[in-house]
């Protein structure tokens, strides 16, 4: 099992490695461009090439993008070409990386119910990857729940998936939001019938990634808030339950939670997942 963290590219891509290394990360997660804005910076050659070599030569194992925060391929046709573009140059840029793909949040439905969105949203990504890197996976993420987002059930990603139909699509589940949306992951007792549902609805093939962040909030709150490792509701006890499951044993973890600083994922919160790790013996 591999354990990384979501890094800062301030300063350039070729400083992402060395971040990596500096607070133990085996994998990595980067935005390619300001992660709230439409405009989309292109990547200089340079700042790739560093990027490649640096990652070769720290033996940095995967890296992954994560798109925008802005996109919605839900409810609001004004914002859905915007986010087609923005999910393809975002593909391209993985692509230039050598990432493994892209992880988007599908965003809302705006009360119209998921029935009355997946026609477009499938149709919307169906497009990106017509127009991405072959070599490159879209990757989706599921929600907690929380108003009118998309994908919080492993139903909903599984008709989604199945409406696109293409093998490229995947998915990163996040151990906040699944906790949130009522799906009981840190519980010794609920996991297997959590995961079989993954698997009988969406597929464990389609894992790819998991994003490893503690609950700020109580089980089936619906609220999307992140905790640094072993501060929450799901605990050390609870990631314990998650890594130890078969399910999980070659997927890559990629920390998102705060930090004790305040300034994202640090060492104290990879250590924490690295003892888990030692102990299982995994």
Known sequence: MRLGAHVSTSGGLGKVSERAMDIGAEVVQIFATSPRAWKFRDLPESQIQAFRENAANTGLQQTFIHASYLINVGGDPNLLQKSVDSLILHMDAAGKLGAEGVIFHGGSHKGIGFDGVIDQASSALRTVLEDSPREVNLIIENSAGMGSHIGSSFVEIA?????????????????????????????????????????????????????????????????????????????????????????????PFILEVPGFDGNGPDQVNMERLKTIRVELGI
């Open 159 to 251: 008709r989604l998936i199945d409406s696109i139909g293409d093998p490229r699509v995947k998915v990163c589940l996040d151990t906040e939001h699944t906790f949130a949306a009522g799906y009981n992951l840190a519980d010794a007792n609920s996991i297997d019938g959590v995961m079989s549902e993954f698997d009988r609805e969406i597929g464990l093939k389609n894992l790819v990634v998991v994003h490893a962040n503690d609950a700020k909030v109580a089980f089936g709150s619906g609220v999307d808030r992140h905790e640094n490792i072993g501060d929450g509701y799901i605990g050390i006890d609870g990631f314990k339950v998650i890594m130890s499951h078969i399910a999980f044993r070659d997927v």
